[in-house]
């Protein structure tokens, strides 16, 4: 186990919990509530911790409970940890949330029945990337129920031990590292620290699950605070396609690549499609490292990589891409990642 791997376990996030005005039945108002959310969880989850800090307060009668930030209501299938980096660009602490018990928006979230509605959600998920992985999700679904049970109870408590022995019966290995050349050079920018990371290197022919949460913009911004707000998730395309990885000596295949590999459209000179699966796009030059990736964009490209976040870090683009999908990849086996483009409104139109 890395030390990577352990600390996207342990990361969590300060929220602060305030019921909507139109629910609080008492004067004084309830003060908020303090949680630490865990990256890897997910916002129904909290409820067990919420509820009783509220309920003094609530008005009678009962409702699916849901969340919102500045009036936008949060998916509750998406980790926590990237409805955060998707929706605090220049981010907040603690993240002030607001909790509702009533008027669930159903024309807008799908409906959610506590744990278990976000338990199912998960083992979805993992049947999908395992279908992705390997060709089909067997194993995932002849998993025994102790099994599915620890493993379920691995990730409520953030027991990564626990998760890696359940897990590894599932045999969904995505990568091999090897050791790359002039690795220790290779820098990964956070909002919270910054420094030198012990970098492992590169993937053999493999498919990797990919969840690309992304962001246009048109006009540019130098720094997070202004930035353009998500206030409207028709303004984030939700894109799961994965990566389909070979490995060619003397060359690695970058995170810069990926980016461009899952958008063949913003980045066309950079991607195919792979005859026979319009889902997976693939490089014309196969595993080549890119030149001055995220910079200024080529004759071809339309568009230009602002920024990429994944677990609350921004690492920069040419790193190795196995590297990041073995230390920040979420237990359900997919690779989230918040992508920012900055693209001219005429060639969004065009498109």
Known sequence: MSSAQ?????????????????????????PPAFVLAPRIGYLPLLISLVKPHFSSTLPPGLDAVWFDYKGLPLKWYIPTG???DLLCVEPERPWNLTVHF???PSNVLLPCEGEDSVKWSFINSLKEAAYVINGNSKNVMNMSQPDQVELWSSVLNGNLEIYRRVASKLKLGTSEDEYTENASSVLIKSP??????DVTGQVKTGRIPVRLYLWIVNEEFDDFEDAPQIDNWDKVSYINRPVELHKEDGKYFSLNDAVKRILPEFFPENSFVIEGNANINQSGEE???SSDPGSSCNAAEIAKIKFVRIQGIEPVLDIPFSWV?????NPEYFLHMCV????????VQNG
């Open 325 to 329: 999908v073995n230390n920040f990849m």
């Open 6 to 30: 352990k600390q996207v376990w342990e990361g969590a996030i300060p929220l602060q919990i305030h019921l909507h005005e139109s629910e609080v039945t008492t004067l004084p108002p309830p």
């Open 82 to 84: 990237v409805l955060f």
């Open 102 to 104: 009533r008027g669930y």
């Open 287 to 289: 595993g080549e490292r």
């Open 192 to 197: 919270q620290s910054t420094g030198d990371t």
């Open 340 to 347: 920012c483009l900055k693209v001219k409104a005429n060639a």
